[in-house]
């Protein structure tokens, strides 16, 4: 099975840049998503992280350590409409099967 | 229609009662998933169908029960729920199960309340 970790909240400023970061640990390992979800609405597709490193996208960028069951969602120059939960999921080995963290809860402010 | 529809939007149901979610995708993909969302909970995942095949059923109480006739349809058979079973159900769809990137796109899903 899968365990992930990452933070409940954040809250950080218009313009600003955040980390949201997310630690698992795997019985098997076959890529790692990250989905941002606005409330009363569908998660969304943001990256997807299969080998080590940065995989940047605009103003938003994942990394992933696959030898320290870590990533990370870098999100630049802030915006208001970046306020949303941000999943972070891991696919086992096995396909089809994702197990989503909790979430994080970013909330920006002017 | 584009992406992932879902309906209802909407369901209150009785415990007794017996109703069907219904999940489409106009994407042509070959993968199909349904997910239990309830608050301060993590995406629970419940059931994945590749090509029409069931390959996961996630432990789920068989008072939940999927059907997918073809690659675009996905239901979500409900009878005898419990209060607890009160969620948002999110269905989503993924080119397959294998390799690449398999994003998963997701409808906007069902707010069920089980009275």
């Known amino acids: 099975g899968q365990n992930i970790d990452q933070p409940t909240e954040m809250t950080a400023t218009e313009g600003a840049i955040v980390q949201i970061n997310c630690t698992y640990q795997t019985s098997g390992f076959n890529g790692l998503f990250w989905y941002q979800q606005h409330a009363g609405e569908a998660p969304t597709f943001l990256s997807y992280?299969?080998?080590?490193g940065l995989e940047e996208k605009g103003r938003f960028s994942s990394f992933l350590s696959r030898s320290k069951g870590y990533s990370y969602l870098l999100l630049k120059e802030l915006q208001m409409k970046d306020s949303a939960s941000y999943l972070c999921?891991?696919?086992?080995?096995?396909?089809?099967?994702?197990?989503f963290g909790d979430g994080t809860t970013l909330t920006v402010k002017p | 229609e584009t992406g992932v529809t879902q309906t209802p939007r909407h369901l209150v149901m009785g415990m007794t009662n017996k109703k069907s979610l219904k999940c489409e995708q106009h994407l042509g993909h070959n993968a199909m998933y349904w997910y239990k969302q309830s608050a301060k909970k993590p995406l629970e995942l419940m059931f994945v169908y590749s090509l029409e095949e069931r390959v996961e059923n996630n432990s789920v109480p068989s008072r939940f029960s999927p059907e997918c006739p073809n690659s675009s349809h996905l239901f979500l058979h409900l009878h005898t729920l419990q209060p607890e079973d009160s969620a948002l159900y999110l269905c989503?769809?993924?080119?397959?199960?294998?390799?690449?990137?398999?994003?998963?796109?997701f409808g906007p899903g069902t707010r069920l309340t089980v009275l």
């Open positions: 989503a769809s993924s080119q397959g199960i294998t390799s690449g990137t398999q994003e998963q796109f």
């Open positions: 999921a891991v696919r086992e080995a096995n396909a089809g099967k994702s197990t």
């Open positions: 992280n299969v080998l080590d």
